[in-house]
């Protein structure tokens, strides 16, 4: 047998070139996994953890209300507000609801809402809110203040400096009727938030019917009678004709009051004469 054939088989090339794929593919399977697992935990760091510290901080007792901080205001005494959310101590601090609180303080007439701050790991403050007169209530020969829906909040203080009474509109309605009041408190609310003519100056609102009024403005020497229901034509044909005919008018007999609910049409009342006093004449 000759040389060439007694020669070892050399190595072959697809054995090889086998095993680098083999390990090729073990190296991408483990970066494969790595890919995946980063979100996985990524997602578990995002949310597991803040769920299970919120759990924790939901279930542990060292988030238990144990005292209620209320800073007093000009009208709510802190004791009385204090008195009113003892319920509150022993629950859970982050599951005191805003509204629960509110409810607690709703009994007295100055407070209109509260503002809850949470102070861990045990103490609960409460901000308390006043109410801000809108206008004044004629109540037999004494004066209470209203609230924007038309509730008297308390007595009329002259003396009170937190309170400009010079701003208050001055309300009567037919035997204190507080429903009625709510519609004259709408119709002042429009009339200035729409800064129709004379609003700068309302000083009275008499409320006759749940759309008709009798108003007091210093823009006019006269008292106006004024419907809700068209209320910004009947100022506008004042506006428009008013001086004209007064000028007219007042030749004739002084004026009592200008009525501007009949759409377009402006009806002057003419003053009533005051009576002679003739006792008093003969007594000069």
Not at 5 to 25: A, D, I, N, T, Y
Not at 101 to 108: C, G, I, P, S
Not at 185 to 199: N, T, V
Not at 243 to 253: D, G, H, V
Request: proline share 8%; with cysteine.
């Amino acid at each position: 047998m000759s040389d060439r054939l007694r020669r070892p088989p050399l190595p072959m090339p697809e054995l090889e070139h086998f095993r680098r794929r083999q390990f090729v593919s073990r190296h991408r399977r483990r970066k494969l996994i790595f890919r995946l697992a980063r979100p996985f935990l990524a997602a578990v760091a995002i949310v597991g953890l803040p769920s299970a510290l919120a759990g924790w901080i939901l279930l542990s007792d060292q988030f238990i209300v144990q005292e209620v901080s209320v800073a007093s205001t000009r009208r709510v005494s802190a004791s009385w507000a204090e008195q009113r959310l003892t319920p509150l101590v022993g629950k859970h601090l982050f599951a005191v609801d805003l509204r629960d609180v509110e409810a607690a303080l709703a009994d007295h007439n100055w407070v209109s809402g509260a503002r809850l701050r949470r102070c861990p790991p045990n103490r609960l403050e409460v901000e308390i809110l006043e109410k801000d007169p809108v206008a004044l209530m004629v109540q037999g020969e004494s004066l209470a203040y209203l609230d924007p829906a038309g509730r008297v909040i308390g007595p009329f203080d002259p003396n009170d400096p937190s309170i400009d009474s010079a701003d208050l509109v001055l309300m009567s309605a037919p035997q204190d009727r507080l429903d009625l009041v709510a519609s004259g408190l709408a119709l002042l609310d429009s009339w200035r938030r729409k800064r129709l003519p004379f609003s700068e100056g309302l000083s009275e609102i008499s409320v006759l019917t749940s759309t008709d009024f009798r108003v007091i403005t210093a823009g006019l020497p006269f008292p106006i009678f004024v419907s809700s229901l068209n209320l910004a034509d009947g100022l506008a044909s004042l506006v428009r004709y008013g001086p004209q005919l007064e000028r007219r008018l007042f030749r004739l007999s002084p004026i009592g009051a200008v009525d501007l609910r009949f759409g377009g049409r402006i009806v002057f009342q003419p003053a009533v004469p005051k009576p002679h006093n003739l006792e008093g004449q003969r007594d000069a």
